[in-house]
């Protein structure tokens, strides 16, 4: 008999979760079946079989919270044994699509072992008695999982050289002031020139670093770096410019956080206006206490919040109250189809409205024409940045823009 239990709730995807209940002496599968499922026993008890007659061997006694049948999860596999109730047996069944689903979101290294372990297993199961099996072959899925496992611990072990010995630089985007029509900041965007493949994209190597230790070491050096260049450009003649740095996630967990921050205004002799952080709406759910304690820290430091690519999360409103934030950023894709769709201009209209009765600045991103940028004017926006005005420049670059104002 199979129950359906529970479908689509619970965090158990789509994969649905069923029970299996077997009588005394029945057969849940044979050596040589061509299987998807495995077992956990909830009550009962579950012998292994191998051969049949003569040849018949009890390869194990199972018994509650046991699982058994796991090694066709990875794969359309046959059966290797038998599995008999011998007592009334209760089981949760484990679909391969319910794994799937779970492996699918899983790092491609911990896929690629799993594979390796549940075939290695396979194959000493299979020579028991004999000598160990060699090495499985890998099949297409797994050598794809091999491959970006590989690509990623090159492109971890490529970036952490270059946070030693170069290759990193920071581009610069203004930000624009729409009062005076002038460089009120710059926006920090990370660039790596790797070695052999060129100056890459932070889309490329920062959703990898995310999930790496060496996010944490990389945000210090890209807030170090800020402070470096912001210093240089007050220098040559602009002295209220700030800039912005994106914070990852995983900064939230960095416990030296703040006292890197001060340091790097330190060491260049900037004011805590100087150094704007920006965080997305995305990266908080997880990280909510942590996040808002880091973030209001950082606020009494004197340090500017601002809350990035505002709009595209699910509950954007909750954050205005629930963090600290100074200025909003609105996302690019607002500014992008406000010409187009009417009913979204009155939606920034109302967002602008509500940014400055909380006390917030605005800026608009991903101004790319005169036509976005007279409609964020007067739609009441304070700040724009985009290719209209500018991409992001090199340090020589954005010091030149500097003075020569924008277009
Ligand atoms: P973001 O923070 O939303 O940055 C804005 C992105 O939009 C930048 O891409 C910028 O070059 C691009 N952009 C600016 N103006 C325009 C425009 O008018 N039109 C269009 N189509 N695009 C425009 P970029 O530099 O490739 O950065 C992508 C993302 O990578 C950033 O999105 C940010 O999330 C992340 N990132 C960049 N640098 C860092 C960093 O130092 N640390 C962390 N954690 N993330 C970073
Ligand atoms: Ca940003
Ligand atoms: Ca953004």
Redesign the pocket.
């Known amino acids: 008999m199979t129950v359906a239990v529970a479908g689509g709730t619970a965090g158990f995807g789509s994969a649905v979760i069923s029970k299996r209940e077997l009588v005394v002496g029945e057969c849940l599968f044979r050596e040589g079946d061509v299987a998807q499922e495995a077992y956990v026993i909830e009550s009962g008890s579950i012998e292994i079989v191998s051969g049949e007659g003569v040849t018949r061997t009890r390869i194990a006694l199972l018994g509650p919270t046991d699982i058994f049948g796991e090694m066709t999860l990875l794969g359309d596999r046959q059966r290797s044994a038998s599995a008999f109730a011998l007592a009334p047996t209760r089981l949760t069944v484990v679909t391969h699509e319910y794994l799937g689903d779970r492996l699918s979101e899983a790092d491609p290294m911990l896929r690629h072992l799993l594979r390796v372990l549940i075939m290695r297993s396979r194959d000493l199961l299979g020579h028991r008695g004999g000598t160990a099996a060699p090495s499985p072959p890998v099949d297409p899925a797994g050598q794809r999982d091999l491959d970006s496992a590989m690509a990623r611990l090159d492109l971890e072990q490529a970036l952490a050289q270059a946070l030693g010995t170069g290759g990193l630089e920071?581009?610069l985007?203004p930000i624009i002031g729409l009062a005076r029509l002038d460089v009120s900041g710059f926006?920090?965007?990370?660039?790596w020139n790797r070695p052999g493949r060129g100056w890459m994209?932070?889309?490329e190597f920062?959703p990898v670093v995310?999930h790496s230790e060496l996010?944490v070491p990389?945000?210090r050096w890209?807030i170090r770096e800020a402070c470096r260049v912001i210093a240089q450009l007050r220098r040559a003649g602009a002295p209220g410019l700030y800039v912005a740095?994106?914070?990852?996630a995983r900064?939230f967990g960095d416990t030296a956080l703040l006292s890197v921050v001060e340091e790097a205004l330190e060491a260049e002799a900037l004011p805590a206006d100087a150094l704007r952080l920006?965080v997305?709406e995305s990266m908080l759910p997880d990280n909510l206490v942590a996040a808002r304690q880091l973030l209001e820290r950082c606020r009494e430091r004197g340090l500017k919040v601002v809350i990035?690519?505002f709009g595209t999360g699910y509950s954007s409103l909750s954050y205005l109250h629930r963090f600290p934030v100074d200025v909003l950023k609105l996302d690019?894709s607002f500014i992008r189809d406000m010409e187009h769709e009417p009913r979204l201009a009155t939606i920034v209209r109302g967002v602008v409205r509500l940014a400055h009765e909380l006390g917030m600045e605005t800026v608009g991103?991903?101004?790319?024409t005169v036509l976005q940028l007279e409609a964020l004017r007067s739609l009441g926006a304070d700040h724009v940045?985009?290719?209209?005005f500018s991409?992001?420049l090199p340090l020589a670059e954005a010091e030149a823009y500097l003075l020569k104002g924008p277009p």
């Not at 740095?245 to 990852?248: G, Q």
């Not at 991103?365 to 790319?368: A, I, Q, R, S, T």
């Not at 940045?385 to 209209?388: E, F, I, K, T, V």
């Open positions: 920071l581009h985007q926006e920090a965007l990370l660039r994209p932070p889309g920062i995310e996010m990389l945000g890209v740095v994106n914070l990852s900064q920006e997305t990035d690519d690019r991103e991903g101004v790319e940045q985009g290719y209209y991409r992001a």
